[in-house]
């Protein structure tokens, strides 16, 4: 009995350029085909490749994808999707149930991450179409760095930035740590672009940036920042700064991100029981303040809400880039004028040095080559006799020279 072959599959950027163009979401895709979001995502960035009847399902649904639509139903597609405002989010997560996500495993997500992935999703295509990937794919020409490198960063900066906020609570603070986190990753972009998770590797540098403890001296960071205008939020604000960094990390990382028990642990370096322990803790710590968000679905949609009031857009990728250049530039010619600076040191240091080693004498060894003692030395026998005769005649009396007057 012959085994039949494999269904065939687009490649992954391929995959990705196919449900991007339906506007449809990792989440949409993973409850057709029975997986999770992180299966999909696996899938397009290459990691994984599905097998058996997730395959062929998976097959299916693209070669469904890549079929021309209508454009009465293209245009009506977007408008069937979930809605994005804040009331909408609100109705639809009440509508989800009261079936939150587990800390041994999330399976299928639920009702608030969907929405809140599809909103993440339609923003980033709402600010700049995908002129990455897509662009690529279409040309029949492979990415260049920076195409690549825009194409992240139109995708994750703008949602990046409302995380950061919730992790600090400054806007300026937010905004600075995810352009360092981009200048980073453009910095060692051969190491970023071959991550199976670029986005996770700058979500990870900018939290680490923003969560330094060398912001408290300065000068900017003395004074509080403004709180959110709505009374709810501020309150959500406060507990949330409130939180141990670790807690807080943790807590925006699953239950506000979305991350899988598994990746959040890894993420913040620490192990699995560690990490939902202060999962635990902090959503006791957040139900003590505001029982209203006991409910994990509760909370990950107000953490959404929350992140999505405050309008902080991240600059465009060229300055980011730019700038991260010009300092790239900056410090490699501090470092190379640091260099010169001690070689030329070393140098003269070389050259006003003794040539050879002198060693220190012992103790009681004769010293050869000292000059002769120039001071007075011992009085000879004519001296001692001389001074005698000087002493005896000079003694006392009228033999004693006076000065006279003429």
Not at 52 to 68: F, T
């Amino acid at each position: 009995m012959t085994q039949s072959p494999a269904t065939p599959l687009p490649t992954p950027t391929e995959r990705r350029r196919l449900r991007v163009a339906r506007s449809l979401t990792q989440t949409q895709i993973a409850e057709r085909v029975g997986v999770t979001r992180e299966t999909v995502r696996s899938w397009e960035t290459g990691r994984t490749t599905p097998r058996g009847r997730k395959r062929e399902a998976y097959a299916r649904i693209l070669a469904e994808l890549s079929k021309p639509q209508p454009a009465e139903a293209a245009a009506a597609k977007p408008a069937q999707s979930v809605p994005t405002t804040k009331a909408t989010r609100k109705a639809a997560a009440q509508a989800g149930g009261s079936s939150g996500p587990e800390l041994r495993g999330r399976p299928v997500a639920g009702t608030a991450v969907a929405v809140a992935e599809r909103t993440a999703d339609r923003d980033a295509q709402d600010r700049e179409p995908d002129t990455g990937a897509a662009a690529g794919a279409e040309e029949g020409r492979p990415q260049t760095p920076a195409e690549a490198f825009d194409a992240l960063y139109t995708h994750s900066a703008p949602l990046l930035v409302r995380q950061t906020y919730l992790l600090t609570g400054r806007r300026t603070l937010a905004r600075e740590s995810v352009e360092r986190a981009f200048q980073l990753a453009w910095q060692r972009w051969p190491e970023v672009a071959v991550d199976p998770d670029p986005a996770g590797w700058v979500r990870a540098a900018a939290y680490e940036y923003a969560m330094s403890p060398w912001h408290r001296l300065r000068p900017a960071h003395r004074q509080p920042d403004a709180p959110p205008a709505d009374a709810d939020d501020r309150k959500l604000m406060d507990v949330l700064q409130s939180l141990p960094p670790a807690y807080r990390r943790t807590l925006l990382l699953y239950d506000g991100v979305g991350l899988d028990l598994p990746e959040t642990a890894a993420e913040t370096e620490a192990s699995t029981p560690a990490a939902a322990n202060r999962i635990l803790h902090a959503r006791q710590a957040v139900a003590e303040q505001l029982p209203d968000l006991a409910v994990p679905e509760q909370l990950h949609r107000r953490l959404t809400e929350l992140a999505g009031s405050e309008k902080l857009d991240a600059p465009g990728s060229t300055l980011v880039r730019n700038v991260g250049e010009k300092r790239i530039r900056f410090w490699t010619r501090t470092a190379i004028a640091v260099t010169a600076l001690i070689v030329g040191m070393t140098a003269m240091t070389l050259r006003v040095a003794p040539t050879h080693y002198e060693p220190t004498p012992a103790p009681g060894a004769p010293i050869s080559g000292v000059p002769p003692l120039t001071g007075p030395g011992h009085l000879s026998e004519r001296d001692l006799q001389l001074r005698k005769e000087l002493r005896e005649r000079l003694g006392g009396g009228p033999e004693r020279l006076a000065p006279e007057a003429e």
